[in-house]
């Protein structure tokens, strides 16, 4: 264990079962926020819900290279270890008139994680791997079919480390927590179960609404006031659902509102490029037929995501809104 802050560090996967082991003995329920640092607004939520809901809470941070394809972000990925420590220790939640603070922060280094070693091309990787078939081709699996491969991978990695009570996911990243969910329930996971892979609104910028994410402080100054296009879009899409308008209808419409920024910031020398806006059903991820609309929520068909991802010159930025109540499903 290291001291690097006032909240220990689990710099091992030994010295995190070690931790658990002890957590186990002493009947004490354990909350986990998994994480690739880089610690905003959105993940601190996470962390007080589960300073909220459990005895203990245990953070990690890592930054997973299974989880980007070889052209991807994994060499520029924000990394603010020491900011993020400074952060983790100003959470405090009371709880029957105790103060709860982040028990401990598990900081694994990659050949701990993979003792197999980890490349990031899926056909030169070694070693066991975890996937979601059938489930996995939609939405941002569609533009990164290896993502929730390396995703489903680590997240089982780290379940079997900590043995978590509850697990904490953010909606911004909704189809990964929803695939979580499903993983926890079909590989019959107790730690967590199923029922206990929580989803945590989405943080927002107070003043435009944009979806924090680690990933903003790629934006330039330039590019930050048109990347709240896309959220634009999604609730224009939204209000358009809720008055009865047909999927492609809603479509039209979002894809009206980020034509018009696209404009405005080409005008600013911004480069904006939509890679996709749809709406699927939140347990299939399937994309909506256009004669399914509001109607299928009365149907009983549950809820539906709509949501979108959008270049801002270099910078991937995803963002959705559920319409319908997510948290009853699985
Ligand atoms: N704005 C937000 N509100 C709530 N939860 C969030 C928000 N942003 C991220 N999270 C959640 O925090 C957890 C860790 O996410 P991660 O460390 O990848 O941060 P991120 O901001 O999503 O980064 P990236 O920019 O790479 O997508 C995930 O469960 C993610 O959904
Ligand atoms: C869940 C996660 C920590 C797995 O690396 C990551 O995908 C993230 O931060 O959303
Ligand atoms: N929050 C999702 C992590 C990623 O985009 O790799």
Redesign the pocket.
Known sequence: MSTLSSIPILDSVVSCRAWRNKAFDEKKSVGF??????L????L??VRRSLAENDLTVVSIFVNPAQFAPHEDLRT?PRTLPQDLERLETQRVTVANVERTPSAVFLPAVPDMYPSGINQDVSLQKGAFVEITGYSHRMEGASRPTFFRGVATVVTKLFNIVQPTNA??????IQ??LLLRRMCRDLFFAYPAADRVHI?????DPVDGL??????VYLSADERPFAVALYRALQAAESAWIQGATKQECIAMALAVVEHSKTQAAAKGVDMKLDYIEINDSETFEILNDGEHKQSESLGKGPVILSGAVWMGKTRL?DNIVIGDHTSRV
């Open positions: 926020v998994p994480t690739m640092g880089a905003h607004a959105g993940h939520s996470l990925y904490y996911f953010g909606q911004k990243d990964q927590a945590v609104p989405t943080e927002r979806a924090l994410s680690s990933r903003n995803i």
